[in-house]
């Protein structure tokens, strides 16, 4: 089993640069069996981004119009994924479209799960607006929850990742 951990984003564009910044923070851990990619959001880099990997694990800033600071996390396995406007991507083709076009072309990995804060501000500036920073423990805490689930399953041994 291979893991890829996909950081989508633009470090320029405030909570844009969400993914980014999840994805430096986890290449710290140096998680078994998982590899960390940070990607510019453009569709064909995600899929190459996943490209043999059995999991893959999408993490992106969304603007939706949901209350900033929702947290979010889709199984594309698991439920039918809202390509129509809730998980619109600030990328133009970006995470969903990538998603359809994987699909249709069968280079999906075979699990995909897409977490997701929705996004305040995505104007120039290089910080995270408060209520993206004040979710973002609660997305990485979703996110360490399956990969303990994902390892566990792999090695039939729990594994302490965050130490």
Known sequence: ????????????YSDDALGLIIARSLRD?????????????????????WEGAT????????????????????DTYAETLPLDGLLSSTHGFGVAEALALACALH??????????????????????????AQALPGL????????R????TRTGAYQNLFL
């Open 107 to 132: 280079r999906l990995p075979l699990r995909v799960l897409v977490y997701a804060i929705e996004g305040m501000c995505f104007a120039f500036g290089h910080s995270l607006s408060p209520p993206v």
């Open 140 to 147: 990485i805490t979703q996110l360490e929850r399956d990969l």
């Open 1 to 12: 089993m291979d893991i890829r951990i996909i950081g989508v984003g633009n470090e320029y």
């Open 29 to 49: 851990w140096q998680i078994p069996h998982t590899q960390v990619i940070e990607c510019d959001g453009e569709g064909t880099a995600i899929i190459d981004a």
């Open 55 to 74: 999991i893959a694990l999408i993490i992106d800033a969304m603007a939706s119009g949901a209350t900033p600071g929702t947290v979010f996390r889709f």
């Open 149 to 152: 689930s994902f390892l566990l």
